[in-house]
């Protein structure tokens, strides 16, 4: 595939390989007989990509840039010759010049796969017994090249009184520079699956199931983000292996139980703590298989109740590998004035180090009814995770360790929860005229049961009870009216500024008359939406289909300034000249107006201080 069309050079630019994304792919299937019970599959298939960009930053720069400066903030060339930048910002920086006169990027990315795989049918011994083994090959292979240059840019600043455009330079010139990276990674992976099928009697369904896997990892990324002290370790490659099982059992396609297991092994636990067990257990109940209800309740096609409880493990449970072990590190700097060197403790092991769980429970409904035109699935969950990996927080200073060498532990516990569902009716007029209709929900929520923190002041200051990412901070109740207001206030000093009137006035939460980090309280959830939700359906007549699909989110905080949003558009004059003023902001009620500016300006005296 070809993706240009959005971007078109310049005739001047002199790199005249253009910019965008252009990806090439391939695949190859073969399936071989061996015997009537045993057979072979080979697969691989490929997916290369190359992507050039300008050699200052990638394209979202140039939309960005886009949406900043306006048409009359800067033209494409000034009349003198030179090019434009409001400064040296790339938003600041003309789109045009971005991407003709900065230079080129280029990405090329390859990821490709190998997949043999054996399959016997064992049922000349055992009828429905089958054993399937696979081993696959992954590759990934990039190369990322920069040649970036920058032209003197200018920012017109008036004209002299004789009509010459006066000008200053808002970015020096760059000369050529050519910076490139590559990685490498790939991944063995093996894996054999036992399965056997019995139906008993009619009545008496029965399947069981063995998997084992292993597998062997090593990217050169992991090597070239570790730290100096950890390089050699995070070069080694990431090994794992595990063996699961699940049993199952249905009478009459009425009653059904499943049992799962798995016992995984993981390298980030100490020799002894490496595998883990995590079982689980489901069952379920579908009472339209009585004859009862397939009598009396002959609209109700399918309606059945299940429900689940089990556990799984994580090994991912920090950013780096090998937790349990100390890490010593030479040549570190002693500190108080010395300028000799020595060693220090660069990670403090973890030799009590356990799997991180979560215990998961799910009950859930579904039905078909009306001749299977109306169906619907809902299904409520809880998680509560613990052992979760935290580094301690409540180890005194006197101990004497090294702060970035604190030790981690199995501390942190949380639970999330919610429901989601689905629900479709589909109505059938003749063979060539039909429609359907179908929607969707998803709420989820989560609270902190215990988080590793210091012992704190107040109250309002521990996380436990509260969403994880919660948003915390100062509540504003108004803004400061003039220079009494602000001296008989609570002292607060933000930046190092000088408070004046108009500025936001904060909530002196603990009553001790200094405004600081002991008022901030819990504000809102986290940015990220707990609701979400779809509906939409089609209509098909004959050959003809119209779709349609709504979506949207709920239950979201989302902050215009901070956390998400860099106040562009909502803070009047945002970043100077490029911004931009709301007509809330105009309105003299939804602002701080002083007395005399209102007076001057035939604003209303009552809407100002």
């Not at 002693?334 to 180090?353: H, M, P, Y």
Request: net charge negative; hydrophobic share 30%.
């Amino acid at each position: 595939s070809l993706e240009d069309a959005a971007y078109r050079v310049a005739p001047e630019n002199t790199i005249r390989s253009g910019v965008g994304y252009n990806t090439y792919n391939y695949r190859i299937n073969l399936d071989i007989d061996l015997t009537k019970s045993t057979t072979i599959y080979f697969g691989t298939d490929g997916f290369m990509s190359m992507t050039t960009q300008p050699g200052f930053t990638n394209t979202d720069a140039l939309w960005e840039a886009q949406s900043m400066l306006t048409p009359i903030t800067v033209p494409i060339r000034y009349s003198t010759g030179e090019l434009p930048a409001y400064s040296s910002a790339g938003s600041n920086i003309s789109p045009y010049v971005l991407l003709n006169y900065t230079g080129k990027t280029t990405n090329q990315h390859y990821v490709g796969k190998a997949t043999l795989a054996l399959a016997h049918d064992f049922s000349y011994l055992i009828k429905d017994l089958k054993l399937r083994m696979q081993g696959a090959y992954d590759n990934l292979s990039w190369k990322d090249e920069t040649r970036y240059v920058m032209p003197e840019l200018y920012l017109a600043t008036g004209r002299t009184n004789w009509g010459e455009l006066q000008r200053s330079r808002t970015h020096d010139p760059i000369s050529p520079q050519y910076t490139n990276s590559q990685r490498q990674s790939r991944k063995y992976h093996f894996e054999t699956t036992l399965t056997w099928d019995k139906l008993i009697a009619e009545d008496h369904r029965t399947s069981a199931l063995v998997y084992y896997y292993m597998s062997d990892q090593q990217d050169t990324r992991d090597a070239d983000r570790a730290g100096a002290g950890r390089r050699a370790l995070e070069a080694l490659p990431k090994r794992y292996q595990g063996i699961s099982s699940r049993l199952t059992y249905g009478y009459k396609n009425t009653y059904m139980i499943d049992f799962n297991f798995g016992y995984t092994g993981s390298e980030n636990f100490e020799p002894g703590k490496q595998f883990g067990f995590f079982p689980s257990l489901a069952l379920g109940w579908v009472p339209t298989s009585y004859q009862w209800v397939m009598d009396n309740m002959s609209w109700l096609n399918h309606f059945k109740i299940r429900g689940s409880y089990g556990s799984v493990g994580s090994d991912r449970i920090a950013d780096f590998r090998f937790p349990f072990m100390t890490i010593i590190g030479e040549n570190q700097p002693v500190g108080w004035g010395s300028t000799l060197n020595g060693v220090s403790e660069l990670q403090f092991g973890a030799n009590n180090l356990m799997w991180e769980k979560a215990f998961k429970a799910n009950i859930g409904i579904e039905a078909n009814m009306l001749d299977d035109r109306l169906s619907f699935v809902v299904d409520f969950f809880n998680d509560t995770r613990e052992n979760i990996f935290q580094r301690r927080e409540t180890i005194p200073g006197y101990v004497g360790l090294v702060h970035s060498a604190r030790p981690y532990g199995n501390v942190g516990s949380m639970r999330s929860y919610g429901t989601d569902g689905n629900i479709s009716y589909t109505h059938i007029f003749n063979k060539e005229w039909n429609f359907t209709v179908r929607g969707n929900y998803t709420y989820s929520a989560n609270e902190i049961i215990n988080w590793e923190q210091p012992p704190t002041r107040y109250p309002y200051q521990p996380y436990n009870g509260y969403p994880l990412s919660s948003i915390r901070g100062y509540i504003a109740t108004g803004l400061f009216t003039d220079e009494d207001d602000i001296e008989f206030s609570a002292k607060q000093s933000f930046g190092g500024f000088k408070v004046m009137p108009g500025d936001i006035k904060y909530k002196d939460i603990n009553g001790d008359g200094v405004i600081n980090t002991d008022d901030q309280v819990f504000l809102s959830d986290p940015t990220y939406p707990r609701l979400m939700y779809g509906f939409g359906g089609e209509m098909k007549y004959k050959d003809f289909t119209l779709g349609v699909l709504f979506k949207g989110t709920g239950k979201t905080d989302f902050y215009h300034v901070g956390y998400g949003g860099n106040g562009a558009g909502y803070v009047p004059f945002y970043n100077g000249r490029v911004g931009n003023v709301l007509t809330a902001a105009k309105d003299p009620s939804n602002r701080w107006v002083p007395m005399e500016y209102a007076l001057e300006n035939g604003i209303d005296p009552a809407l100002a201080e």
